[in-house]
């Protein structure tokens, strides 16, 4: 079982790291990326904008914390 978690434990690391909101944004920009793909509207410009926001606001958030 020590395996399993070990596994589990590096992807939620690897995956959310220090910061869970800017994971959370990137996961957010791809549903709504994806659902605007599915009902047809071409949306590939709408992913780098929403990385960039996030990042944008993610490293905002860590200078402030770093003060």
Known sequence: MNLVKAF??????FIVGDDWVAAAGVVIGLV???????VGVNAW????ILV??????????AIRAAR
Do not use: E, K, N
Request: aromatic content about 26%; proline content about 4%.
């Open 52 to 61: 960039a926001v996030v990042f944008g606001f993610s490293l905002r958030r």
């Open 32 to 38: 709504i990326t994806a659902g605007l793909a599915r």
């Open 8 to 13: 589990f434990a590096f992807w939620y690391d």
């Open 45 to 48: 410009w709408l992913l780098p």
